[in-house]
């Protein structure tokens, strides 16, 4: 059965992706190490390690057309691309509305590595296939919703480190002196006996931030020799491992919004015959599947799409080549359009929902779970106008703040004051993960650039 089966038979592609399915994934690691406000305090004031070795989904192409392919695909320019560079790559539709997006390694020997969320890696597979790209493609699926890891072994094991202690901690692992690696840039460093790759990156503070930290990683059998070293290496230095409770609460701080809705719902044959493509395992039906609660709603699936710029990856954009969706785009580029924003909670409106629903006080506002909430498109207010909607939601003991991630209109003035419309359209009946509640208004203060403290 494909993807296009199921919502043939669920009637359309709204009555599909809001099915209620159990919340998240399941990682298979602890959700904690120590607690996860220690694992979050780590990356402010000493260093915090990240396991990405299981969650992710890499493809890893090579072949004369593989720049070809990339640039066709994506918004991106490629111009003095290659190996020991990477790059945040983004594909939109022919409409100019965002699938997804995943980091691109420029690795050796003409290698390249997409690594992140499935939908943008589904697509660039199918656009291979239908164009006839010359390219060879050997993928390593990731984690599953349902907490399975994909059936190919992974070829690497996948690791972040960020946080103020990170040089010294790389500098006694390696045992010299280390020039820091600029963001998005790759090299080699030895630790444990074995080259380990690295690269400039970080998920804790906006991209260029000083305290920017590096994703490493090497050959999957050589996992266990480098987590005790850096481990080892980290220990004078206060390093600490973060579980899942913690790493799911580190998108509200770089200002990363993970699961955008993928913009392939549109009823024409072309994108009909790329959900015929896609298996009805698909992670496009469970990242829809929880992405559609919220106090915002739709039965036109198409509200829901995201341009670039209402993700803040409006600076991505070049037209320095042609790729799908470039037309669409360069009408909008003249029209209004959306930004991404941080919105910090007001403390005493934040306390209002902790309390109430916790005690089960009469009208409970939908249930707030710590540290990291689902993925609700909730409604952002200002003067009862919609102005945007948001999109993840974690608390942040650094601030100490609850914050969401948000698209919202550009007009909307940094430092104003906005409502989160708090909770589901319907209450909570459809979903039964999702306790009965009503909807709540919270205030909250619109951050253009990450706040102090995330």
Same mark, same amino acid.
């Given at each position: ?19 209620? =399915? ?216 206060? =390093? ?52 559609? =609660? ?72 939908? =249930? ?87």
């Amino acid at each position: 059965m494909s993807f296009q089966d199921q919502i043939n038979q669920a009637g359309s592609a709204y009555q599909l992706l809001a099915k209620p =399915l159990p919340p998240s994934q399941i990682f298979p690691y602890p959700n904690v190490h120590t607690n996860w406000r220690d694992e979050q305090e780590a990356w402010a004031k000493s260093a915090v390690l990240f396991n990405q070795s299981w969650h992710m989904t890499d493809l890893y192409i090579e072949g004369p057309d593989t720049l070809k392919l990339l640039s066709d695909t994506s918004v991106n320019s490629y111009e003095n691309f290659g190996t020991g560079r990477a790059k945040q790559y983004l594909a939109v539709n022919r409409n100019g509305y965002v699938i997804g997006d995943v980091i691109l390694f420029g690795l050796s020997d003409g290698v390249y590595a997409l690594v992140g969320e499935p939908p943008a890696i589904n697509w660039i597979q199918y656009q291979a296939e239908l164009g006839g790209y010359d390219v060879s493609m050997h993928r390593d699926d990731g984690l599953t919703y349902s907490g399975v890891i994909g059936e190919t072994p992974k070829r690497f094991f996948r690791y972040e480190i960020d946080g103020p202690n990170t040089q010294k901690i790389l500098e006694k692992a390696t045992g010299e002196a280390l020039e820091r690696v600029k963001f998005f840039h790759m090299t080699d460093l030895q630790i444990g006996g074995r080259t380990v790759h690295a690269l400039g990156h970080t998920m804790v503070a906006a991209p260029g931030a000083e305290n920017t930290g590096l994703e490493l990683f090497g050959p999957a059998e050589e996992h266990e020799d480098f987590l005790n070293a850096i481990l080892e290496a980290g220990k004078e230095f206060g =390093l600490k491992q973060a579980g899942s409770m913690a790493y799911r609460t580190t998108a509200t701080a770089s200002g990363w919004i993970p699961f955008p809705l993928p913009a392939i719902y549109d009823n024409d044959d072309e994108m009909t015959r790329y959900r015929e493509w896609l298996s009805d395992d698909t992670a496009e039906n469970v990242l829809g599947a929880f992405g559609l =609660l919220g106090s915002f709603h739709s039965s036109n699936i198409e509200d829901y799409y995201m341009t670039p710029w209402d993700l803040g990856y409006g600076r991505m954009i070049k037209f320095d080549h042609d790729f799908i969706g470039r037309e669409a785009l360069e009408k909008m580029v003249s029209e209004p359009h959306g930004k991404k924003v941080w919105l910090v909670w007001n403390h005493e409106d934040t306390a209002r929902v902790l309390a109430d629903s916790e005690l089960n006080q009469p009208n409970r506002p939908r =249930l707030l779970p710590t540290p990291a909430s689902l993925e609700y498109y909730d409604e952002v207010r200002v003067a009862e106008q919609r102005v945007g909607l948001t999109h993840y939601h974690a608390y942040n003991g650094n601030m100490p703040a609850w914050v969401s991630l948000a698209s919202i209109d550009e007009n909307v003035a940094n430092g104003s004051t906005v409502e989160i419309l708090w909770g589901d359209h319907d209450g909570g009946e459809r979903n039964p993960y999702t306790p009965n509640h009503t909807i709540t208004s919270i205030r909250a203060t619109v951050h253009t650039q990450a706040p102090p403290g995330a």
